[in-house]
């Protein structure tokens, strides 16, 4: 009984972990996780990769793990960044600093079309760059996966 749940619990974790797992599939997975963690939709995040990841058939999670680029280190200059592009696209200059802007509730508030604007902005490019360093990655190390899975298998 536990030699055949340990098996199929190592058969399902393979599974699980490599599914779609070609440079193409992964690539996209990162994309899109990068993606929705950039763009301010916070306490959805993980509900929305889930869900992309079911609709798309994409690599769960990878999508998940790279949702988490939001991370406490990463998000002021994702939040600062977002802010900049949003308001360049909007104004067509770059918007001036002033540390007063992030207590004035009113200036958020009219800031928050050019943060969730300048997110999707962010999100795409941060989303590209990581998805070909993903899809190079998964390219490189593939014919070693493949060896490790025939093993399990």
């Known amino acids: 009984m536990i030699q055949g749940t340990k098996a199929f619990l190592r058969k399902f ?5 490599t ?33 992309l990841a079911y609709l798309l058939r994409l690599n769960k999670p990878l999508i998940l793990a790279a949702t988490f680029i939001n991370n406490p280190l990463c998000l002021p200059f994702l939040v600062g960044g977002s802010l900049e592009a949003g308001s360049f696209l909007r104004t067509g200059k770059w918007q001036d600093w002033q540390l007063s802007a992030f207590t004035n509730m009113q200036l958020l508030k009219s800031e928050a079309f050019s943060w969730v604007l300048g997110s999707m902005v962010v999100g795409v490019a941060a989303g590209a760059f990581c998805g070909a360093i993903t899809a190079a990655l998964v390219h490189w190390t593939a014919p070693a996966q493949r060896r490790q899975r025939e093993r399990i298998h």
Do not use: D, M
Request: charged share 5%; glycine share 14%.
């Open 19 to 51: 599914e779609r797992l070609a440079p193409g599939p992964a690539a996209a997975a990162v994309f899109w996780g990068v993606l929705i963690g950039v763009v301010p939709i916070w306490g959805l995040q993980t509900l929305t990769a889930l869900g």
């Open 13 to 17: 974790a393979t599974t699980l972990l």
